[in-house]
């Protein structure tokens, strides 16, 4: 009776890999036929599907530093930004050639990323929260203001879509694809940085950093090396945002694009990489069509927030094994049929008393 429960755990673990990885697949077979199976492309295409990769790498970011570094962050919007401030200050300003403009953005907002670990790796919690937050606004006040390099609220513009032969991006199926590669690249990436002895640390750090540190592990250098790794990531999605909109402004570093990295994390879940995808159709879907329903789309975009929080904490990418668990639970509580006919042949009560009382007879 004691080994029951081991197995049913040991025979759990392939069906819910076999789950996510069949939903992976599909997800993918999806995002590669979505330009042919949508009737409008000039419109789903950078408004849905563009958009939603752009998102889902940001927030991927945000995922991986809180599920493998243990550290919330605020500051991958932020991050992002000044990448595409790289790109549209290199483009519209020097004048240099799109593929140097993009590996200058890289660099610029990979090293905004060190930047913030070496102020922000000695905290954590709420303290490294608030700490990028204000980083972010910091920024963003700079950026709205200093009209000598980033043209003040009026931004940096016409960024054009680079033409590089056979991969022509001012196409919008082909720079559909080109983000589409990008993310998925991202994603495959960050799997293979978590499973290597580098991404083992970072998790042993999340779990015990005293611990990590009595090991001899420097834990201020690892978390420095992550939190530099998801701006990487970051960065990417600010490569993707910068070609998308053509132009780099303010707002996309002002607090509502924040929230709204913090709002698709969550609601794809906020412990799974993927799930950031999830969250960034949801919130596309909501930031485009919910209009046509209500005035209020904000309103509708909270409740919908709310909602993913009180029934499906893990965010909707942790749906299945919430349901799982739910199925594993009622059928644990189901009588068994060999309890039933250990029931009927035991004797019951009022047989043993009637055996009692006739020997007392008797």
């Known amino acids: 009776m004691s080994q029951t429960p081991v197995l049913n ?63 919330l962050s605020l500051a ?17 300003q020097l004048g240099l050639p799109m593929f140097s ?20 790796a000695r905290t954590k919690a709420i303290y490294f929260l608030m700490i990028t937050l204000a980083l972010g606004q ?14 003040a609220r009026r931004g940096l513009a016409p960024v054009p ?14 720079f559909y694809y080109f983000a589409l590669a990008l993310a998925i690249g991202c994603y495959l990436l960050c799997r293979f940085v978590v499973s290597t002895p580098f991404g083992l640390a970072l998790q042993g750090i999340r779990d015990s950093p005293e611990r990590m540190s009595a090991l001899g592990y420097n834990v201020n250098r690892y978390r420095i090396a992550g939190i530099t790794f998801a701006a990487f990531i970051a960065s ?44 960034g159709i949801v919130f596309v879907f909501l930031d485009n069509f919910a209009q046509d329903f209500t005035d209020r789309h904000m309103t509708l975009t909270g409740l919908v927030f709310i909602a993913v929080l009180y029934l499906a904490p893990a965010g909707l990418a942790g749906v299945g094994h919430q349901l799982r668990r739910v199925s594993d639970r009622m059928r644990t509580t189901k009588p068994r049929s060999s309890d039933k006919t250990l029931r009927q042949g035991t ?16």
């Open 9 to 71: 755990h040991k025979s759990r673990v392939p069906f819910l890999r076999r789950y996510a990885l069949i939903f992976s697949l599909l997800l993918v077979i999806v995002a590669i036929a979505f330009p042919y199976l949508v009737d409008r492309p000039r419109f789903w295409l950078p408004n849905v599907g563009i958009k939603t990769l752009w998102l889902g790498t940001i927030a991927m970011s945000l995922v991986f530093l809180n599920r493998y570094v243990g550290l």
């Open 236 to 279: 990417v999605g600010g490569i993707v945002l910068v070609l998308d909109r053509s132009q780099a402004t303010p707002d996309i570093v002002d607090l509502p694009f924040t929230l709204d990295i913090l709002v698709v994390a969550v609601v794809g879940g906020i412990g799974s990489l993927g799930g950031a995808f999830i969250g």
């Open 101 to 120: 403009a993009i590996l200058i953005g890289l660099a610029t907002g990979t090293l905004a990323g060190f930047l913030t670990a070496l102020i922000a």
């Open 161 to 174: 879509r680079p033409d590089w032969g056979l991969l022509d991006l001012s196409n919008l199926q082909t």
């Open 138 to 151: 910091v920024f963003y006040s700079w950026a709205a203001q200093a009209i000598e390099v980033t043209n």
């Open 76 to 92: 991958q919007m932020t991050i992002a930004g000044i990448s595409s401030y790289g790109v549209a200050y290199a483009t519209v």
């Open 347 to 362: 004797p019951t009560e009022p047989s043993a008393d009637r055996a009692l009382s006739k020997g007392k007879q008797q």
